[in-house]
T-cell receptor, first 113, second 113 residues
Framework: NAGVTQTPKFQVLKTGQSMTLQCAQDMNHEYMSWYRQDPGMGLRLIHYSVGAGITDQGEVPNGYNVSRSTTEDFPLRLLSAAPSQTSVYFC????????????FGNGTRLTVT | SQKIEQNSEALNIQEGKTATLTCNYTNYSPAYLQWYRQDPGRGPVFLLLIRENEKEKRKERLKVTFDTTLKQSLFHITASQPADSATYLCALDSSGGYQKVTFGTGTKLQVIP
């Protein structure tokens, strides 16, 4: 099993560019989420989804869009990148959210110049 | 305001001793709390989940306690080894069952040979 796969591993964007961070899981998990991790701030929840077609905002949703058209995929879109979005992004999935273990991908390191 | 607090300072401990990490939370009433390990450049890896009606949970050299009155969880690693050196994160459902999982900032543990 591949688990949670994130692509790309590294990305450099210029301010104002758009891009999509990909996340796919092969465990048939209903729950998926996106976090960003910054030094001293820990993991902060951006958006999450409790199933296909259902998404909700986390702690820091501004500047990010998500959709969940399939159980397997949960892409994160940056519509107009800003330097404040420089961070490491982690995707996670679980069987049913907070009462079951989260499985994380290995992250995408994004730099916005 | 809601907070999940972990000791942000690194914890240095001699090999063979018991490491104890603390997770305190305010203005939450979580039904369960989770602990993760994160190594540099990697996503967090799930270790243990403890429910509000469980006072203690063990897995090999790991032990977690959960005191809902004190609003605190303690994470113990007995007979610590250099390979236990990592950052340890606690997490809880911050939405009262709506599966919004929020993390503490983590504590970096260094086990000295």
């Amino acid at each position: 099993n591949a688990g949670v796969t994130q692509t790309p591993k590294f990305q450099v964007l210029k301010t104002g560019q758009s891009m999509t961070l990909q996340c796919a899981q092969d465990m048939n998990h209903e729950y998926m989420s996106w976090y960003r991790q910054d030094p001293g701030m820990g993991l902060r929840l951006i958006h999450y989804s409790v199933g296909a077609g259902i998404t909700d905002q986390g702690e820091v949703p501004n500047g990010y869009n998500v959709s969940r058209s399939t159980t397997e995929d949960f892409p994160l879109r940056l519509l107009s990148a800003a330097p404040s979005q420089t961070s490491v992004y982690f995707c996670a999935s679980s069987y049913s959210g907070g009462n079951s273990p989260l499985h994380f991908g290995n992250g995408t390191r994004l730099t916005v110049t | 305001s809601q907070k999940i607090e972990q000791n942000s300072e690194a914890l240095n401990i001699q090999e063979g001793k018991t490491a104890t990490l603390t997770c305190n939370y305010t203005n939450y009433s979580p039904a369960y709390l989770q602990w993760y390990r994160q190594d540099p450049g990697r996503g967090p890896v799930f270790l243990l989940l403890i429910r509000e009606n469980e006072k203690e949970k063990r897995k090999e050299r790991l032990k977690v306690t959960f005191d809902t009155t004190l609003k605190q969880s303690l994470f113990h690693i007995t007979a610590s080894q250099p390979a236990d050196s990592a950052t340890y994160l606690c997490a809880l459902d911050s939405s009262g069952g709506y599966q919004k999982v929020t993390f503490g900032t983590g504590t970096k543990l260094q086990v000295i040979p």
